[in-house]
Nanobody
Framework: QLQLVESGGGLVQAGGSLRLSCAAS????????MAWFRQAPGKERELVAV???????YYADSMKGRFTISRDNANNMVYLQMNGLKPEDTALYYC????????????????????WGQGTQVTVSS
């Protein structure tokens, strides 16, 4: 079982950067693919990026080139570096974990993710 706690959200101007962090508790962190999702008011929760235990990554198209996901398996941490932020990036950002064996394994469907954090708010002003 994993418990996930996000941090690092805040208010930033368009074009700025933020780094989100997710701290995971549990002994089997390396058995999980880790992802960031986001949900804006009135919209569906959407995948932002995923990282496998072996650091293979996947990004939603609108995030490619601006966001970077990474993980530190030794310290049970996941990060999302967000650059070139736009007002449309404003959302509640969630860290999530999906059991996934194999270093290159990751999941892209929300329904595959079992564990979720409480979310951290990112607001981008124009």
């Amino acid at each position: 079982q994993l418990q996930l706690v996000e941090s690092g959200g805040g208010l930033v101007q368009a074009g700025g950067s933020l780094r989100l962090s997710c701290a995971a508790s549990g002994r089997t962190f390396s058995s999980y693919a880790m992802a960031w999702f986001r949900q804006a008011p009135g919209k569906e929760r959407e995948l932002v990026a995923v990282v496998s235990s072996g650091h293979r990554t996947y990004y939603a198209d609108s995030m490619k080139g601006r966001f970077t996901i990474s993980r530190d398996n030794a310290n049970n941490m996941v990060y999302l570096q967000m650059n070139g932020l736009k007002p449309e990036d404003t959302a509640l950002y969630y860290c999530a974990a999906a059991y996934c064996s194999g270093l290159g394994c990751y999941r892209t469907f929300r329904s595959d993710y079992t564990y979720w954090g409480q979310g951290t708010q990112v607001t981008v002003s124009s």
